[in-house]
Nanobody, 118 residues
Framework: QVQLVESGGGLVQAGGSLRLSCAAS????????MGWFRQAPGKEREFVAA????????YYADSVKGRFTISRDNAKNTVYLQMNSLKPEDTAVYYC???????????WGQGTQVTVSS
C-alpha cells in the first residue's frame, strides 16, 4: 500500500505559477507510475500528467502541455507538478495517484485545491 499526501495548492492570479508536491510513503519501491489528476466543480476527474518511477518518461494532457511539468525526486519519494501560465480553467482539486503495477491507479491522495482568478 502507498500513502500519498499532496501540498502546494492555493489561490493565484491568471498567468501565475504554483508547484504541487506529492509525498509518498509505504511500498514506494514497487510503484510503476505516479500521476496527477484534477476535478473541477461539476466535472469528471481528468488526467493531467504522469511519470514513470524507474525511467524518466512523462505524459501530459493536451490542455497542459507546455505549461505544466511533472518531475520526481526518488530520494525523497516525492512527485512535483510545476504549473506555469495558469488559467482560470485550471481551477480544480488536484489529486496525486500511484499505479503500483502498470495496470491502474490504485492509491490516491486527499487532494489540494488550486484556484486561478481572472
Amino acid at each position: 500500500q502507498v500513502q500519498l499526501v499532496e501540498s502546494g495548492g492555493g489561490l493565484v492570479q491568471a498567468g501565475g505559477s504554483l508547484r504541487l508536491s506529492c509525498a509518498a510513503s509505504g511500498r514506494t519501491f514497487s510503484v510503476y507510475e505516479m500521476g496527477w489528476f484534477r476535478q473541477a466543480p461539476g466535472k469528471e476527474r481528468e488526467f493531467v500528467a504522469a511519470i514513470r518511477w524507474s525511467v524518466w518518461r512523462t505524459y501530459y494532457a493536451d490542455s497542459v502541455k507546455g505549461r505544466f511539468t511533472i518531475s520526481r525526486d526518488n530520494a525523497k519519494n516525492t512527485v512535483y507538478l510545476q504549473m506555469n501560465s495558469l488559467k482560470p480553467e485550471d481551477t480544480a482539486v488536484y489529486y496525486c495517484a500511484a499505479d503500483p503495477r502498470g495496470e491502474s491507479y490504485e492509491n490516491w491522495g486527499q487532494g489540494t485545491q488550486v484556484t486561478v482568478s481572472s
